[in-house]
């Protein structure tokens, strides 16, 4: 069963993410081992949602109801907490890391939260609407996966863990941009509609060709606010384990690049999905080395993150970095 659960989190990844397929194979056995659990609850939450596989097509019937499938997710993760068997690969990964790595379970609830506002059609006004929704889907993975690498809620780990939230902030921004138009097509729109306003770009017609050179404007808007965000994570990754913080580097390096080339495309960054190369990758991961590595040699500062969107719950700013276990 065991074996059975790392094939299936592994072909998962493999499919759902190449960009965080490569930065994840640089954990160490345990550490790749539970991110990949991870991310194959996460990934089939928001396949059973949209109704899709793998992130790709839609699959489910004409009967399909969000609302009742998410209601479903909801209690399945309530029993995979409360340690009921669980027969479906992706939960019974879940519950193997969640118990395992004693993630709290109001992340995995919150992360729920973030489908729920995908089915309940919410708007987004302001670039604050739009980063509480990047909490709820990629945010809180962020602290999931810290909790993975032993980062626990009080104490210093709270700077910790603020810096892998900041990290799925800007992962999902990221996004955001990347995935406009695609987005647009099947009626969602995750950019502040103030900024469309200002753009003078209505909500109906974002995915029209003729608005393509203002949308790319906008979109080269929410690449530069995701930049304090990886700025911010990268400052935490002296506090996590030598491999884990290669592979968290390489990540960042890798959605960031994303980022950057959606910019450079300008108006065409919607002609084809935006993403790196073999070749790419292979530099990223390099100096994803480096940074780990260069870390190590830097005191550990305290900085402050002024400015930035605060995740729910976290109100004191004062605490300085703090270590997590060694590596395995």
């Known amino acids: 069963m065991s074996e059975a659960l790392m094939a299936h989190a592994t072909q ?7 960009s965080f397929a490569a930065a994840a194979k640089l954990f160490p056995p345990a550490t790749r081992r539970s991110v990949l659990m991870l991310y194959a609850w996460c990934r089939h939450c928001d396949d059973v949602v949209d109704g899709q596989e793998l992130g790709f097509g839609i699959t489910a019937p004409v009967a399909h109801d969000p609302r009742a499938e998410l209601d479903r997710l909801v209690d399945q993760t309530r029993r995979a907490y409360a340690g009921e068997p669980m027969h479906d690969p992706a939960f019974a990964a879940f519950q193997e890391v ?21 089915v309940g059609q919410a708007r987004y006004e302001t670039i604050d609407d739009t980063l509480r929704y990047c909490y709820h889907v990629a945010g809180v993975v962020g602290l999931m996966m810290a909790s993975i690498m032993g980062a626990r809620e009080g104490g210093f780990n709270e700077r910790v863990l603020d810096r892998a939230c900041d990290l799925g902030l800007a992962f999902q921004l990221t996004n955001i941009a990347r995935d406009i138009v695609d987005d647009a097509a099947i009626g969602r729109c995750y950019l502040p509609a103030q900024w469309l306003r200002e753009a003078g770009i209505p909500p109906a017609e974002i995915g029209l060709p003729q608005h393509r050179a203002v949308l790319a404007r906008v979109a080269a808007r929410l690449v530069d606010h995701a930049e304090p965000y990886y700025d911010s994570a990268m400052t935490g990754i002296a506090a996590l384990p030598l491999r884990s913080a290669w592979a968290i580097a390489t990540a960042r390096n890798v959605y960031r690049q994303i980022g950057v080339e959606v910019k450079r495309r300008g108006a065409r960054a919607w002609d084809e999905r935006v993403g790196t190369s073999k070749a790419a990758k292979l530099r990223l991961l390099a100096l994803g080395g480096a940074q780990a590595l260069s870390s190590r040699l830097r005191a550990r500062s305290p ?7 605060l995740r729910p719950g976290r109100a004191d700013e004062a605490m300085p970095v703090g270590g997590l276990a060694a590596d395995a």
Do not use: N
């Open 12 to 18: 998962t990844i493999e499919v759902g993410s190449k």
């Open 303 to 309: 900085a402050r993150r002024d400015g930035l969107w």
């Open 98 to 118: 969640a118990l395992g790595s004693q993630i709290a379970p109001r992340y995995a609830f919150d992360h729920l939260a973030g489908f729920a506002m995908d």
